[in-house]
């Protein structure tokens, strides 16, 4: 299975990551649909396409809105969106309002279950995640091949959400900053370094790539990776447009 990541940056834009957005071409999943979403036609294969949101803060949505550059791109005879009651009515009320965006592109908005099925015989499951606003996190498991997805939280090895991501084979996780803004990442409900580590090593995951690099961080190294692989030594930190197998 192949995942393709189109951005790895969190609030906004820089010149070197776009946000959040996740791509799986095989089955046609997307998770969130930030900024990089732009990049996703010369991804696609499928006729259908399933987008997983996180929550609804506009870094993970606002890509929502260039669904008619994609579908123009690449003809789609579906777009689903899935995600949390809350987030669905907060994207049709508020980013679909008639004055920010009169025209809505042509999607449906589908509440999460608790388990979704995904081409290929796979399967789809959430859990709660602490964040402002709220926020989810997914695990995707299919037969020989398993990962999950975690963004917009503050690491801890003892959060329930270990167990739910317990032994995939690919960890995304958010490491918005690195060691020395702890603080700041506990007043804005982010991740730092080690504790992504820590979580990735209490799992028992087999390779962890951190994602959601705050757009501010300079530098070919912006969270300490070293550090990072000191903990859990099959840790990668994600770029946009790399390309991962598990």
Do not use: N
């Not at 090895?157 to 690195?178: K, M, W």
């Not at 962890?208 to 705050?214: A, D, G, K, N, P």
Request: charged fraction near 20%.
């Amino acid at each position: 299975m192949k995942l393709i990541l189109l951005g790895t940056s969190g609030y906004h834009p820089c010149p070197t990551r776009h946000t959040a957005c996740m791509f799986l071409p095989e089955p046609g999943v997307l998770l969130d649909a930030g900024t990089g979403m732009y990049r996703l036609p010369r991804y696609l294969r499928t006729s259908e396409l399933d987008i997983f949101l996180t929550h609804a803060h506009l870094d993970h949505i606002i890509g929502l809105t260039y669904l008619f550059s994609v579908a123009w791109l690449h003809p789609l005879d579906a777009v689903r969106v899935h995600g949390r009651a809350e987030t669905l009515d907060a994207i049709d009320e508020h980013l679909f309002a008639a004055p920010l965006f009169p025209k809505r592109p042509p999607m449906e908005l589908v509440p999460l279950e608790a388990s979704e099925p995904l081409p290929g015989g796979g399967r789809l499951t959430h859990f709660p995640l602490e964040h402002q606003g709220g926020s989810i996190g997914y695990r995707l498991d299919w037969p020989g091949h398993s990962m999950a997805y975690v963004t917009d939280t503050t690491a801890d090895p003892a959060s329930d959400y270990i167990e739910r991501i317990r032994g995939v084979d690919l960890l995304l996780h958010e490491c918005y900053f690195p060691d020395a803004e702890a603080d700041r990442a506990r007043a804005t409900g982010h991740s730092t370094t080690t504790p992504v580590a820590e979580v990735a090593r209490q799992a028992g995951v087999k390779r962890l790539v951190l994602v959601h690099i705050s757009p501010l961080a300079e530098g070919d190294d912006p969270i300490g990776l070293e550090t990072a692989r000191a903990i859990f030594a099959e840790t990668a930190l994600g770029e946009d447009r790399m390309e991962l197998d598990f």
